[in-house]
């Protein structure tokens, strides 16, 4: 099967198995900053933006979808160019491991974008569909806040 995706601002055309999830239809087109957790929808480490909206890729299966806007943690952001959110994980020191990362990013991204000045609770509530192992979220949550304050001061 194949269909035509907008996946990080860019048309791509691309072939799958009728029954794979965009979770691996997408890895296995090169987007490894996808990851691959629990495939439950229960972990948040393959979380996009879906129509901008933030999902997990792993509860919808890309024959469902055509001429969707795809968004992935590497389509906000580069390394040389990272969006905002993504030097304040940096700067904050809310990068570990780096596995629960890009759909932390996801999540901050969409949380953001929805409301540009959200509380300490918030955050945590828009969180928490993200499983981390080693960080206790403590430094996540002080990193969306301070990537908050950093785009406020650009408006």
């Known amino acids: 099967m194949k269909r035509t995706l907008n996946i990080n601002r ?12 965009l979770l691996h239809t997408l890895r296995n ?13 229960e972990c948040g480490a393959c979380l996009v933006l879906l129509n901008g909206k933030a999902v997990n890729s792993c509860l919808i299966f890309t024959s469902s ?21 993504q030097q304040a994980f940096v700067d904050c020191g809310a990068v570990q491991c780096g ?28 969180l928490s569909g993200n499983l981390c192992r080693c960080t206790g979220y403590v430094k996540i949550v002080e990193a969306v ?8 001061s650009e408006r």
């Open 10 to 21: 860019k048309d791509i055309e691309l072939r799958f198995d009728p029954a794979e999830s």
């Open 29 to 41: 087109h090169g987007y490894t900053e996808v990851k691959s957790g629990c495939e439950e929808g």
């Open 65 to 85: 979808l055509n001429g969707d806007r795809i968004l992935t943690a590497a389509g906000i952001g580069t390394l040389h160019e990272p969006h905002v959110i």
């Open 99 to 126: 596995f629960c990362t890009p759909g932390m990013v996801i999540a901050s991204y969409a949380l953001l974008q929805e409301n540009p000045e959200p509380t300490e609770a918030e955050v945590r509530r828009a």
């Open 145 to 152: 806040l301070c990537a908050a304050e950093r785009l406020k």
